[in-house]
Structure formats: C-alpha cells, structure tokens
C-alpha cells in the first residue's frame, strides 16, 4: 500500500442517500486531510489492494488523486464486481455508480470512470475486455451535453449491440438517489437506447413516412418549373448558372420577392399545389448593396423599375412595399467579408437564430476568389452546404459563375451544359438541382430559355425546357411559350469548354 494513502472509516452518507451496507461494499470511505473531512474513493489493482484514493473534500475544486493511480484498474468499483453478467452500469462518478448498485439492490454490477466525462473514453477502452463479459453495457452518464457526448463516444468503443445509453430525468444517479427515484434509475438501466452511430436506421424508424404520398413542395414563381420539378423542398441545394446580363440576377430576385409574396405567383391552376404566407428571406448578394437590392426588390412588387434612373413611380407606394418586406427581408452586408467560415456563420443564424427557411446565395464563386486550392475549396464549401441543409432543414438557391464555352458564347445563346459550371464536379456532385438560362443579348426579342440541367428527386424533368420573357415596365420576368425547337438555340457549345471544367 502506497505511503501517501489516506485512511478513514466506512460510514453512511446520509445526505447522499448512500446506506452503509452500499459504501462497505465499495470500500468508499470518510476520514480528515489537513484538519478537513474528506471522502475517500478507493481505486484497487487486479489484486484487490487499495493502490490509489481520490479525495474529495467539501470544495470539488481541491479535489485530488493519492498513491499510484496507474496502477489500479481503470473504473472505479471493478474489482468489486466479478467479470460476466447480463448487465453493468456505467456512471461518470463514483457516488452515482454507488447509488445505482444501491437502487438495483446492490446486486448489479454499477462502475464509475476515474476523472469525468473528458475521460470517458479513455477509461472504458482501457477495460473494454473486462466490460466485454457482460451481456449488457450500460452508460448512465451525466444528462448535460458533456455527459451526452462522452456517453455516445464511449459506447462506440463497445461492441455494436452490447453499448446502451440511459437517459434520466435529472441530472445524474445520485440526485435521482437523493430525491427518491431509485425505481426510475433502475428502469433507466433496463430501458436503455441501444447505441448505434448516427445515420443508421431501421425500418420502424422509417415506415410511417415510407407509406406517405409523395406531395409537391412549394411552387416557383413559374408552373412548368414546378411542374417539371415538383417545386421547391426543404433540404435542398438549387444552383443556377447563365451566361452574363442573361437575367439570373433577375430571376434569383423574383424568386426571392415571390418567396416573401406568394401571391405573386403565376396562377398554378392544374398542379395541386397550396400558397403558403409570406415567407422570411436570407440574402447573401456578395456583389451587390442591400439598399440596391432593397429598391429593387420593392420596385418588383409595385411593378416598376425604380433602380432605373428617371423612371417616374409613386413614393408612398415604394415606401408601403418597403415596409411590407419589414420582417421578411434579411440581407448580408458583407462590407468586403467573403471568407466561407464568415458566410457559413451567418447562414447558421439565418437558420437557427432567425428561422429563415429559404436562403439565396449570390454568387458562390466568389467565396473561392482569395483561395489557393480552388477546387479542394469549392468542394468543401458545397459538402458543408448539402450537410447544413439536411441538417437545418432548409433550401438554399445559388448562383454559379460559368466558364466560357467553345464555338458560341452563352451570352449570345450557347447551350448551358453542367460541365460549363464554374467547378462542375463538386458543384453537379452536391446540388440536388441546376437550372441553367440561356438568351442572345443580341437579339432584345428573344425569349430566355430555362433550361433544367439535374434533377435529383425523379430524374423526369432533366433536360425540360420553357421560356421566360422580360416585362421592361414591371421589371419581372413571365413564362412564354418557346416558339423555336424544344431545345432553344442551336447548340454549337456541346464540344466542351475552353477552361478545364473544374478550373
């Protein structure tokens, strides 16, 4: 026995609960150290011997270990408990381990890792084969989020269909000790989930919604869009890509105003589709001012162009659809911050903190602008998206700066292909939708034809097209019908670009 150890007395610790059968059969005793009482928590080797003490005065701050701790066995109570069993019950401290012993009748086998939760699974690898013997593997950690998190971490390291996690309704086993819940601790050992890594499933966990109807989502501002595609749903990635001065920007502003206003949608008379109320709007325009894109949005709703100098319009109506967007219209003033992590962080409050469900990116390329590894970051940044999407169940619209095309351009009416994306593999790798518009800037009476590039959800609407025209008063665009071939212009694009396509 180490010099340094402590001794002291079993006794009942009252306040705890703790009777003195429980404390006798851990060996967990209460003696002095420089004039204070103190509690002694025994750690024992293979053989039994008391080899180490934590010692546990009044003040958890002079907390401290005695003797030769890495000689003793990992958990505290092991070598009180024979190896094998249908159960044992894993605590991150050495009272509640003694109050779940106590509440199972002291005939369950109950443990405590050494040095809480930032120890966990340190500890539990350690006596991973003495913990292996038993049928059942139980972690009655702290219901805190350290507790939580160091509870799902060490039942990783058990073997699949053994690791349990409890859950109680207060914080840990002693307090439920203390307030006369023993039956409940004992039901939580007993009741436990099953651990299983995050993202595995099974077939109870999925079969309700299996047998649900699949149903449209939120219309587009266009009905052959959201006919085509079966409209816009949460969780998801939509890009958009065209040539410059095509109308993208206008596009991604009507369905920003649309978004907020659904009562400007195109009448949707044969889809079985429902308008929701107004909507919140995130909007990340990095190359544009809010104010700019304030005005603009506001001279869309009273249609007329009032970003256009000299065009007349009515103040008092400019200032009512200002002021209807108070509350639904959130933009980004970037003031020159571009970086990823600052962008990320404030879509996360968008999401979170706001509860902004529709988010409009503009233009994802230029959060790539000062990188080294373009497309090493390119792919990160659209990982990141697809995961906080399905995470935060939100849709997230963005736009994407294309590469020029060989033969002609797509400012003159090129065909969009998926390659022509600025970093098309991790961007057509992500997105679960790319919709592309193509236009000759030449010819002012040419429709803009939407074209669909990727469809993920039924893989039916890929390669549908429809016109959109634009309304130089209202400054909206309206869906036409194409008068040309279903597939536009002439494409003279299809060889390739000439960029690599990923840069």
Same mark, same amino acid.
């Given at each position: ?11 009942? $610790? ?23 009482? &103190? ?10 011997? &008391? ?17 030769? %701790? ?28 003694? #109050? ?67 859950? *109680? ?42 047998? $649900? ?10 009905? #052959? $869009?959201? %006919?085509?595609?079966?409209?816009? /749903? ?17 596009? @991604? ?7 907020? @206003? ?11 589709? +429902? ?19 304030? =005005? ?22 400019? =200032? ?17 911050? %571009? ?12 999401? $979170? ?7 409009? *990116? ?12 373009? /497309? ?23 736009? #994407? ?14 065909? &969009? ?40 959800? +039924? ?22 019908? *194409?008068?040309?071939?279903? @597939? ?9 670009? +000439? ?5």
């Amino acid at each position: 026995m180490p010099s340094d150890l402590l001794r002291g007395d079993h006794a009942p $610790l009252r306040a705890r609960g703790l009777t003195l059968k429980t404390v006798e059969q851990y060996d967990y005793r209460v003696g002095t150290h420089n004039g204070e009482t &103190v509690q002694i928590a025994p750690y024992h080797d293979a053989s039994g011997r &008391v080899v180490a003490q934590k010692v546990r005065p009044r003040d958890k701050s002079k907390m401290h270990w005695r003797g030769k %701790k890495k000689s003793a066995l990992p958990l505290f109570g092991q070598s009180k408990w024979k190896a094998g069993g249908r159960m044992i019950v894993v605590t991150e401290g050495e009272l509640d381990a003694m #109050s779940a012993a106590q509440a199972m009748g002291n005939t369950w086998p109950a443990v405590s890792i050494p040095d809480g939760a930032h120890s966990a699974a340190k500890a539990v690898a350690k006596a991973a084969d003495w913990l292996e013997s038993f049928e059942r593997v139980v972690f009655m950690f702290d219901m805190d989020d350290d507790g939580q998190e160091a509870a799902v971490e060490a039942a990783a390291i058990i073997t699949p269909g053994k690791a349990y996690i409890a859950s *109680l309704p207060l914080k840990d086993a002693s307090d439920m000790l203390q307030a006369g819940r023993a039956k409940e601790i004992v039901n939580a050992a007993w009741n436990a989930r099953e651990y299983r890594p995050d993202g595995i499933l099974d077939v109870a966990a999925l079969r309700e919604k299996a047998i $649900l109807p699949p149903s449209y989502g939120l219309p587009f501002p266009f009905p #052959s $869009l959201t %006919k085509a595609t079966y409209g816009i /749903r949460r969780g998801e990635l939509i890009g958009y890509g065209a040539g410059v001065g095509t109308g993208k920007t206008t596009l @991604f502003k009507q369905l920003m105003l649309t978004t907020m @206003f659904p009562d400007m949608i195109e009448p949707h008379d044969d889809l079985p589709v +429902t308008l929701t109320g107004p909507r919140k709007v995130g909007a990340i325009l990095l190359e544009e001012n809010p104010v700019k894109t304030l =005005r603009t949005l506001a001279g869309m709703r009273i249609g007329v162009r009032v970003h256009v100098p000299g065009v007349e319009f009515d103040e008092a109506a400019l =200032r009512h659809a200002i002021d209807e967007m108070d509350g639904l219209f959130f933009p980004y003033n970037h003031f020159g911050a %571009k970086d990823w992590a600052s962008v990320k962080e404030r879509i996360r409050y968008m999401v $979170l903190g706001l509860g902004i469900k529709d988010i409009f *990116l503009d233009h994802l390329t230029a959060l790539i602008a000062h990188e080294e590894d373009d /497309r090493k970051a390119l792919d990160a940044i659209m990982s990141d998206l697809a995961s906080m999407v399905e995470q935060y169940d939100f849709t997230l619209h963005f736009i #994407s700066h294309l590469t020029t095309p060989k033969g002609t351009a797509h400012e003159e009416g090129g065909r &969009v292909l998926e390659k022509h994306f600025t970093g098309s593999r991790a961007i057509a790798r992500w997105a679960h939708n790319l919709y592309a518009l193509e236009r000759d800037k030449q010819d002012p009476d040419s429709p803009t034809i939407f074209r669909i590039l990727k469809e993920r959800e +039924t893989g039916d609407a890929t390669g549908v097209t429809f016109g959109l025209a634009y309304d130089r008063d209202t400054g909206l665009l309206r869906e036409v019908e *194409l008068e040309e071939n279903r @597939f536009g212009f002439t494409d003279q694009s299809a060889g390739g670009s +000439t960029e690599d396509e990923d840069f």
